[in-house]
């Protein structure tokens, strides 16, 4: 070990995450590698071939990986290229998977709609007692795949109670952490097999480029499983991509400490507002898991929130159009904030009560995002 490596192990997240990977020779920042095919001279460098092995995606890779404390970081050209890549990679037909009620709704369509169609059995499960998994677990069941905290309703699932569980019937778990992202919760500490990002949202932080990664604990079969279907089933990150994740990383530690700080501060504001009839926030002492949430997550609890607006779903939506520079729009983790109806984005398989919306908190200055909400709340 250099002694750079060295001193870095030594430092904090913050620090690492921009001097991990690249080592420069004259850039200070590495340059954008668009080839896609690199001379044979010099393998040990280059995969030979971008969909193999890229440069600027061996250093995401390397910091996503240092990052989550993990062994081995697979890079995927969307989130749910990664839950695909890890459904096709443990599943096989005549399996069985467990997977929360309350989850991304893109990974309960690909349980549902592709994966069910494959002789693959799902079972859907509220995750917040670790009860119901034990009692949903089957002889095939190969594979339990956790979301915490779960969006849109914030739930928390215990995640060292279900890891121990499953370990002990001999079932793999898998766990998107995207909400909470790795300043908060590292699952891989907690013994679950495989986490997993949509980089799409906080990793990335600026609502620019989609992007997934599968992250494995060890070396060895699901590692090399990952990176076999990475190369051959070929949604890759493009270098461009990887290259701005690269730059959002450097400062995701100081976006997300915003972000959460924010969205502590927004909660709480709204679970005093008479016009909102409930806020799901894992930091709040209200919330129905929240002893877990304090033990398993450290400094914070992430950037969303879901509120339920008192009334029907045109009261949610009229509320929306009311605010000034909080924005109308799905997804999360950008600088910026969003709010979204989210049953109508649930498509035909709506599962959001009507009035829920779900908040993603950016880094405006807290009080220009409660004034906003103050004064679209006031005709509620
Ligand atoms: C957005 C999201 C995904 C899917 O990621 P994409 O990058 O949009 O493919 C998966 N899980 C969670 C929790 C998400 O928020």
Redesign the pocket.
Known sequence: MDSKTDFLSECHQQTRVIHTGYEPDTDIVQPIHLSTTFQREVPEKVGGYTRSGNPNRDILEKKLAMLEQGHEAVAFS????A?NAVLEVTLKAGDHVIFPDDC?H??RALLKNIFSKKNIAVTEVDMTETGNVASAILPATRLIWM?SPS?PQLKVTDIEALATLAKKRNILTAC?S??ATPLFQHPLQLGVDLVMH????FLGGHSDI???VVITRHAGDLASLLRLYQNTAGAVPSPFDCWLLNRSLSTFVLRVTKQADNAMEVSSFLSRHPAIEKVYYPGLPTHLNHEVAKRQMRGGFGGVLSILVKGEQQDAIAFIKRLQIVMHAT??GGVESLIEHRRSAEGKMPVSPDNLLRISVGIEHPEDLIRDFTSALKFA
């Open positions: 969307s989130g749910m290229a839950i991304y893109g990974t979301e969006n998107d995207t909400f949509s980089t799409t949202k989609l992007g997934g997804s999360l």
